[in-house]
């Protein structure tokens, strides 16, 4: 349903996309997983019609976003990184309008939003105006928006980003509903977890390229299962204690120094028997530790292993003023 070739697209002399390609078989979920500035919202852009590429192809369903941009609209709904609700009309408001502009009668337009409302725990604000919405409640708005007309293929980016957990699991249960009826959905994240969750394939991309592709357990056993991580309490230990927990976790540890926090980190293939040993040979060896823990591979970690280096993260800008709101996109 999604389909991308040799996707390029350079801002000056910046390439944000270089030579991406992806593939959405109809009714699965591909998790686009990537830090900041890796190219996913220029990706999603791109696959709506609101960005032109310099160079490859996208299709969506069948229509090229070059040929057929009307047909690739048709097929799409979209929920934009930063929340695009028309302040002025309330939530009922916002998404009976977007009914309208897709052609659905009153009465269906009507119908659908008060439906959508309730799924997304709206009801109690329906009537309010959207610009005294919270984040999480504009943010939930705005997918709601994105699947008024049920298209065939949803586009989400960063869908909860900026939710409460509460929020974050309505969202991930509407997304399920969405495609255990069928829709082939494209979602961004920053959080493995979350692909892990909702996600039949992921893509890692970096400087506008896939550097790993596969189901989250595939990526996952690419970093170890978990990692260990533990806080010393003494600057001066830290070079000892990393020879220690080193050899305690053997070869392919990878291990992770930070001095300024004094935490060491290291995959941990045995989990908790090795957070007992090292904590064992640390504790014989008067090197004491002021916490330690057993946790999941993070994105952090994903992107360690395979470029070797952390993401570094360019601070996020307060707004973002390449996302055009819901009526431009319609209108484009
Ligand atoms: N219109 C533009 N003009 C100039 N540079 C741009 C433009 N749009 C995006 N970029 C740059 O392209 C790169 C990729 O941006 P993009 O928004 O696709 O990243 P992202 O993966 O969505 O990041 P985030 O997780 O922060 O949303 C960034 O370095 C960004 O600054
Ligand atoms: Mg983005």
Known sequence: MIRIRGLSKSFGAFKALDGLDLDVPEGQVL???GPNGAGK?????VLTTLLQPDAGEATVAGHSVLD????VRRSIGLSGQYAAVDEKLTGYENLYMVGR????SRKASAGRASELLDQFRLSEVAGKRAG???????????????????????????????????????TWEVISSLVSSGTTVLLTTQYLEEADQLADNI???????????GTADELKAQVGSERIDVVLANPDHMQ????????TAGPGARLEINHQTRRISAAAPEGHRMLVRTLTD?????????????RRPTLDDVFLQLTGERPDEPAPAPSDPHEPSRKEAINA
């Open 240 to 247: 000892a204690a990393a020879a220690l927990v080193s050899s």
């Open 101 to 104: 502009l897709y052609g659905m």
């Open 41 to 45: 919202t220029t990706t999603v852009r």
């Open 68 to 71: 057929d941009p009307d047909g």
């Open 203 to 213: 893509a890692v991309i970096d400087a506008g390229r896939v550097i790993a592709k």
């Open 282 to 294: 640390l504790q014989e060896a008067g090197l004491p530790v002021v916490e330690a823990s057993l």
């Open 31 to 33: 998790g686009l997983l």
């Open 132 to 170: 005294a919405y919270s984040g999480g409640m504009r943010r939930r708005l705005d997918l709601a928006g994105a699947i008024v007309a049920r298209p065939p293929v949803v586009v989400l980016d960063e869908p909860t980003t900026g939710l409460d957990p509460r929020g974050r699991l309505d």
